[in-house]
């Protein structure tokens, strides 16, 4: 057996080293002395605490907020598997932007691309561009950049001297896109709803637009009812005024739930880079991705949709490091969560279960409509979304006091006014994602048809001043 000798002749640590040598937060802080007030709130305590009461008092704190399982507002994922937790936590500390000290994250980044060209269709998906970000709100900020810097090579002569440049969508748009307007010094021309019409119509949109019109957006799956506008109706007229005036005006697809529901459940309909005037798309990897917030994917048809001056390539941490966001540092999580998610379910894992959120939505949406007190102007048909308001002669509550007295069971089920022409109109919307079954559609109608009575038997609804007088009560 070999002989040691101590410390080889080294000298002892000193007192500085040894303190440095304990990470601070694996002891425990103060253990002994008694918890005689609540730390404060609102400025740094004084003195740190141990980690199981810190833990307790956040913990605490939040078991007042809403089970995010019966939030019925949200498109943003609520559950996935436990081995997709554990992967996750894994990559927590891997920062996305360090793509040279950790590739094989960036090369998950790179096949999800990958993917996602192949499923919209590119014409060369080898070729075609994107990138991972936050969510679909810097997504669409980048695209919509893109838009507007093509606009600008190609009105340089004008531009900032006599010309404004514009961005056409419907007035549902998603509140993304009025800020991107609103940063980016683009001008928002809104179609407005009409009638029964409550997304963008085609002709509306290609007459508002002109020579200085950096693209139009198309919602594939508009977040006030769940429905799908027409983006090739879209492209046909865009086409046709092309045709009569020489204008090519780009669309935009915001695909933010639908581009992840669409290409599964309705393969025939044609909405993505099949249609040459489609030039970019986005979608929110954490809403029909089916993964936690917050991952959202931007993809351009070519790199010529994409100009390279928005491109920066940054030498960081001794790697050339080509990047587009708004942001730099991120976690790599929610990058490897999506890519652990398909390849879990691939095409057909995705199909069942975006079928079984529609097939919930639809039978729900029947259900609520058999209660004979409301109208559907949804059907959950196309995304698993459904809105609904009350019947014109239900005059004792509205959707308001739905949506109120739900709350009081635990359900979050938004209300709320739709947008200029139809601010007349207040409506319930539902969404049905993954991880809200049958059995707890169930429940909620079972809530719901018990609170009717007592709402039936209200005077007036009860977010009004009672006297007030409006044409509708819905």
Not at 34 to 43: E, I, L
Not at 102 to 114: F, G, K, N
Not at 149 to 159: G, H, I, T
Not at 178 to 199: A, L, N, S
Request: proline share 8%.
């Amino acid at each position: 057996m070999a002989l040691h000798q101590g410390r080889h002749g080294r000298p002892a640590p000193s007192e500085e080293h040894r303190r440095l040598a304990l990470n601070p937060f694996f002891g425990e802080a103060d253990p002994t002395a008694p918890m005689v007030a609540a730390p404060p709130t609102h400025r740094l305590p004084d003195d740190p605490l141990p980690p199981s009461t810190a833990y307790r008092l956040v913990h605490d704190e939040l078991m007042l907020d809403g089970n995010s399982r019966l939030n019925l507002a949200t498109f943003v994922t609520t559950w996935m598997e436990p081995q997709a937790g554990v992967l996750m936590g894994e990559c927590r500390d891997k920062n996305m932007i360090d793509k040279d000290e950790y590739p094989r994250t960036a090369e998950l980044e790179r096949r999800c691309v990958a993917m996602l060209a192949d499923l919209w269709n590119a014409p060369d998906p080898a070729s075609t561009v994107g990138c991972s970000t936050t969510g679909s709100s810097e997504a669409c900020m980048l695209a919509g950049m893109a838009l507007k810097r093509r606009w600008l090579s190609r009105n340089a002569d004008r531009y900032p001297a006599t010309a404004r440049p514009n961005l056409v969508m419907g007035v549902n748009v998603q509140v993304c896109w009025e800020k991107f307007c609103t940063f980016w010094e683009v001008e928002p021309r809104q179609v407005p709803m009409d009638g029964e019409r409550f997304h963008l119509d085609p002709q509306a949109a290609a007459e508002l637009c002109d020579e200085n019109t950096i693209g139009v957006v198309g919602i594939l799956g508009s977040t006030f009812d769940g429905s799908y506008e027409p983006i090739a109706d879209l492209c046909a007229a865009l086409d046709d005024l092309q045709e009569r005036t020489g204008l090519d005006i780009p669309v935009h697809v915001d695909g933010a739930s639908g581009a992840m529901v669409a290409p599964f459940l309705d393969p025939d309909l044609v909405w993505d880079f099949r249609l040459p005037r489609v030039s970019s798309i986005n979608t929110s990897g954490h809403k029909y991705g089916l993964v936690y917030p917050g991952v959202g994917w931007a993809l351009w048809r070519s790199p010529a949709e994409l100009p390279e001056e928005l491109v920066f390539r940054v030498n960081y941490l001794g790697g050339d490091m080509p990047t587009f966001a708004l942001n730099f540092s991120r976690p790599g999580a929610q990058v490897v969560a999506q890519y652990y998610t398909f390849l879990r379910l691939g095409r057909e894992g995705y199909r069942a279960v975006q079928q079984a959120s529609r097939d919930i939505a639809r039978r729900l949406a029947v259900e609520f409509e058999a209660l004979e007190d409301f109208r559907l102007l949804t059907h959950g048909d196309e995304l698993p979304v459904f809105a609904v308001t009350t019947k014109p002669d239900v005059r004792a509550y509205d959707v308001f006091d739905v949506s109120r007295r739900l709350r009081e069971r635990g359900w979050l089920v938004p209300a709320y006014t739709f947008p200029a022409n139809r601010q007349d109109l207040s409506v319930l919307r539902v969404v049905c994602r993954n991880g809200f079954s049958s059995d707890l559609a169930e429940l909620l109608l079972d809530d719901l048809r018990g609170l009717l009575p007592e709402l039936r038997a209200q005077p007036h609804p009860l977010h009004r001043e009672p006297g007030v007088q409006t044409a509708f009560h819905h």
